[in-house]
Each structure stands twice: as C-alpha cells, then as structure tokens.
C-alpha cells in the first residue's frame, strides 16, 4: 500500500527559504515518479516539479526553474522539494503525489496516490 505523507510547510517572508519533505511508503523509487504538484485558493492544481526513474530524472514548471530543487533519499525513502527566494505566488497547499510509471507526467490525474497537503503562506 503506496502512502504518502508531506511536512514542512510554513508561514515565511518573500525571499526565505523553506524545505518541504514526502515520507513514502510502499513504493519503487525505480518504477515511481514522485512530483510536488501546488493549489492555491481558486486556482487549478499545477505541478511544480518531479522526480523518477533510476537515473532520478528531474523536471521543474518554468514557474520555480533555478530557485526549487526536487530530490530523493533511498535511506530514508524521503522526496524533498528545497524552496528557495520564495514570492508571494508560491503560496498554495503543496502536496506530494505518486505515479507508477518510469515515465515522467506532468498532469495531475495521472498520479494515483496523493498525500493530505501542506500549507506554504509566503507574506511581504
């Protein structure tokens, strides 16, 4: 059973950083992709960035390209997503999801398994 669950969210001032972390559970990091998807109020959810396969391929939404990094740690079967200069428009509930695929999708309904969210509030 694939589990998901997100942390590390936050209230923070334009320009900080924050790390948000995915603890999984039951999953491949080698037949998985784990991607950060975002939704803010009103807004469709959007997916930030992602990271699969044995290679550990990485893909960013032009949005957070040069200033998120996504990565993984088989130890600790953890997905990080490392925010850095964060804006305004960052503000959303962040939310890890699963697909099991070694191919790369950047459309949420493609991802079957989700974690509960984690709230981002970035201020000026």
């Known amino acids: 059973q694939v589990q998901l669950a997100e942390s590390g969210g936050g209230s923070v001032q334009a320009g900080d950083s924050l790390r948000l972390s995915c603890a999984t559970s039951?999953?491949?990091?080698?037949?998985?992709?784990v991607a950060w998807f975002r939704q803010a109020p009103g807004m469709e959810r959007e997916i930030v960035g992602a990271?699969?396969?044995?290679?550990?391929?990485?893909y960013y939404d032009d949005s957070v390209k040069g200033r998120f990094t996504i990565s993984r740690d088989s130890a600790r079967r953890t997905v990080d997503l490392q925010m850095n200069n964060l804006k305004l428009d960052d503000t959303a509930v962040y939310y890890c999801?699963?697909?099991?695929?070694?191919?790369?999708?950047?459309?949420?309904?493609?991802?079957?398994?989700w974690g509960q969210g984690t709230q981002v509030t970035v201020s000026s």
């Open positions: 990271i699969g396969g044995s290679e550990e391929t990485t």
């Open positions: 999801a699963a697909r099991q695929s070694r191919r790369l999708s950047i459309t949420s309904p493609m991802y079957g398994y």
């Open positions: 039951g999953l491949s990091f080698n037949n998985f992709y």
